[in-house]
């Protein structure tokens, strides 16, 4: 039980174009879901926190317009990379969990390696 | 704020060896303390964690005890296999609400033959 899926797991992108990343939670309700940024040999950083049909939250220094997270159903929360730019370049990394359950911990997704060409 | 601390890597050991990773913390509350593994281009997987002081909690022939008094929560198995080479993540989280977790730096684990 408890598995999230991302969707693609690679995608390389021209500059100045779109990418939307989709994290699924297969087998159980993410009330709240979390997408985090990895660079080469760092840990994860949280980028933001959203919770199912609101407007997610984000962390300092995190540009929301760059970054637009979509969370509109139990199982889907999608994160849209705008206007990409070889910086934006990393390993996209989603958690979700059912917030309504005490003790449930966060659940994983593979990651998405996004390359800016 | 929170934090969380772990030795550096890359740490290199031959198979059968023990395994000890540290990893220390700072929070204002009583955190849970979790450990998770990363393999070459995979996500997160949660390894074991524990909820309150002097809790162990272990899988895989991996353990780890939440010592409060010197805030730490040290990984240990004591036999190593190459399939256990990845990167190690200690982390922690205030109470039982698991929606802030914080990351310490990773470990880089390299088992070999």
């Known amino acids: 039980g408890a598995v999230v899926s991302q969707h693609p797991s690679r995608v390389i992108c021209k500059s100045g174009t779109s990418v939307k990343i989709e994290c699924r939670s297969l087998d159980f309700q993410a009330t709240t879901m979390f997408w985090y940024r990895q660079f080469p040999k760092q840990s994860l950083m949280l980028m933001a926190t959203?919770?199912?049909?609101?407007?997610?939250?984000?962390e300092q220094g995190v540009e929301k317009d760059k970054f637009l997270i979509n969370h509109a159903s139990l199982t889907l929360s999608t994160l849209t990379v705008t206007s990409a730019h070889p910086e934006d370049s990393s390993f996209y990394i989603c958690?979700?969990?059912?917030?309504?359950?005490?003790?449930?911990?966060?659940?994983f997704g593979p990651g998405t390696r996004l390359t800016v060409l | 704020g929170d934090s969380v601390t772990q030795m550096e890597g890359p740490v290199t050991l031959s198979e059968e060896a023990f395994l000890t990773i540290n990893c220390t913390y700072t929070?204002?509350?009583?955190?849970?303390l979790f450990w998770y593994v990363q393999y070459p281009g995979e996500g997160l997987q949660l390894l074991l964690k524990?909820?309150?002081?002097?809790d162990k909690g272990s899988n895989k022939g991996f353990e780890a005890t939440y010592r409060k008094e010197t805030t730490s929560f040290h990984l240990e198995k004591g036999s190593v296999q190459v399939s256990d080479s990845a990167v190690y993540f200690c982390a922690l989280s205030e109470g039982t609400s698991y929606d802030k977790v914080i990351f310490g730096p990773g470990t880089s684990l390299s088992v070999i033959p």
């Open positions: 959203s919770n199912e049909g609101s407007k997610a939250t984000y």
């Open positions: 524990a909820t309150k002081a002097d």
């Open positions: 929070a204002t509350g009583y955190p849970s």
């Open positions: 958690s979700a969990r059912d917030s309504r359950l005490a003790g449930n911990e966060q659940f």
